[in-house]
Structure formats: C-alpha cells, structure tokens
C-alpha cells in the first residue's frame, strides 16, 4: 500500500488543529511513558484547551480506575477530570451496564483495583483480582477446584499477577456456569509500564484465557467501537471533527479510523517510523509525528 499518512508541519498543522473540535489522546506513549512525562505535553494541552477544543482520553489500561488515572495525571503535573477520562476497565462496567447484566450476579477479574472499583461504581461485585494473585491450584488426588457460580461474566485485563489459580477460576466460569461472559479490556500485545521498555501487555492474559476456554472474549477497549460510540454519545460531536492521536496502528489508529475520525500518529511510543513506512503496513495515519509537543512548535514555527 502506498504510504497515504502526511508528516505534520508547519503547513498542514493549522489546517488540523481548526478543523478539529475533540482530541481523543492515548496515554502510555503519548502523555507519559511509565511513570515520566513526555517532554512539552502539559503545554500542548494548555495550548489546546486555550484555543476552545474539548480533550478526551482513552486508554487501554485497565489498571487504574478514571479515579486513579486523574490521580496520575495530577501528579504528573497535569489537571484532568473524571469525565475527560474513559479507560478500558471503565469500557468493560459501561458494557455490562449498557446491556443490562443482573447485578445479583458476579464479575471474576484476572486484573487489577481498577477493573473492580469501576464495576462497583456501576453497581457490581466484583471477586479475585489483585487478592488471588498469591493464591495457589495444585494438583492433589481428588482436588475438586471451587467455583462461584454466579458469576455470570469474566473480565480479565492487565495482570502482572496472573497466576494458574486465576486461570483456573476464569476458564471454570466461562466454560460451566450457563451464559457467563467473557470480557477483554484489550489485546494489546505489549505496553510501556515503564519509561525504559515494553512489557507484556493484556493481550497475552486474554490468549491464556482464549486457549483455555476455546472461545474469543468480546473487545471493549480500542481499537473496538464500544467505547468510540459512548464517546460520541456523551459529547455529541461529529468524528469528523475528531482527532485520535496515539502511538499504535492497531489500536489508536485504527480505534479512531472506524469512527470516521482524522488520525495523528506519534512516534514517541511503540510505533516506529519504519513500521509505519513499512510496505506490509496497511493502517495509515492521516498524520504523523514525532510527539505530540510538534503540535505546538510546528503552530509557532
């Protein structure tokens, strides 16, 4: 496929930036890389926010509840409300919510506190998580493994504590209690936990759950619609005054080109400019960059 994506400048970024009234930002790779601040993030916020445009942002990261990532956003130095925040572990609550799942019924989570404080928020009760991260399933002469059995759906996002009893828990559910749900924050491969690598990201807890139980969860974060068609029910803005921008093809890129939104790619992340330019790449930015301060510079060039 013909390389379609234009590099921002200083001729085509005003162009941009008027055209569009909501930006909708990724964070890992884009705000932050771990636990440090992109160099000129705050800036380009403040600049954005002072020329009217609405700022959204959608991470996959289920770790954290909205609470807990304007919580991170504060300490980073950046001011940033509940309501401006949509991350996956809230995306998996609103799905139950919005199709109506009995809250007598219970939610297991391969995951984090953020995954359970947002099903809580919505009215759920939530089991497992970060406390069965120590616990053990052994293989003993006539060891039967207990399972609740009402829990009528599994969550599971990401989990540095992912253990076999999980797995256990989880395949159980899904596999023997009638009509349980299985839910994936997202299948992202990889993330930056930190500022100086990648490590395994969701996706390979869901491909442990997926070789389990032989079935495919349904995707709430991106590059899925759900969370794109909440987005534009709550704000009422058409996607083509939109603008996604983050670091990776096949989440962000993609999340924001299925909802007929532009599409600004920056390269501060997991996306390299040789695997954007790369001829087997078939999802093209409508834009990309180095980081997102450009934004700002390339207005002032």
Sequence with gaps: MANSAAHLS??????????????????DGVIWKGYKLIDGVSQTLDMLRSKGKKLVFVTNNSSRSRRQFAEKFESLGISVSEDEIFSSSFAAAMYLKINKFPSEKKVYVIGGEG????????GYSGL?????????????QNCFFEHDKNVGAVVVGIDPYINYYKLQYAT?????????????TNRDSVGHMTE???WPGAGCMVAAVCGSTEKEPIVVGKPSTFLMDFLLQRFNISPSKMCMVGDRLDTDILFGQNAGCKTLLVLSGVTTEST????????QPDYYTGKLSDVLELLDA
């Design 10 to 27: 200083p001729q085509n970024v005003r162009g941009l930036v008027d055209s569009i009234e909501a930006f909708i930002f990724d964070c």
């Design 115 to 122: 995954i359970l404080e947002e099903l809580q928020l919505a």
């Design 128 to 140: 497992g998580g970060p406390e069965d991260g120590k616990k053990i399933a052994e293989w003993k």
């Design 172 to 184: 159980l559910c899904i596999r023997e209690n009638p009509g349980c749900l299985f839910i994936a």
């Design 196 to 198: 100086l690598q990648e």
């Design 276 to 283: 954007l330019q790369d001829p087997s790449n078939n999802i």
